[in-house]
């Protein structure tokens, strides 16, 4: 696993720790490896889910510390969706 993934799932956790979230979700970090989102636990793993967001470790970087909205990632072509765009919205107000 690379230390991007690792970091990126210790910042995952940390952000969830005082949030619920209803579903399970993929963050697919381009050319790195995926995260997922599910039942509380967040670990590295390539599981299949509710919702897959894909984009450069760059722009979720942006998107965790909340540098960048994730609505505004995805209009601009930055954060592809693939999935549940129901899912997508919630775990969006999270980070928004």
Excluded: Q
């Amino acid at each position: 696993m690379s230390k991007i993934i690792d970091d990126a799932v210790a910042a995952l956790k940390e952000k969830m720790s005082n949030t619920s979230f209803d579903g399970s979700a993929k963050f697919e970090i381009e050319n790195e490896g995926s995260i997922v989102l599910s039942e509380g636990s967040v670990y590295a793993a390539d599981d299949p889910t509710d919702v897959t967001f894909t984009a450069s470790a760059e722009i979720f970087e942006e998107i965790f510390n909340g540098e960048l909205e994730p609505t505004a990632a995805f209009m601009t072509g930055k954060l592809k969706i693939d999935g549940d765009m129901g899912t997508a919205m919630r775990l969006a107000n999270v980070f928004g």
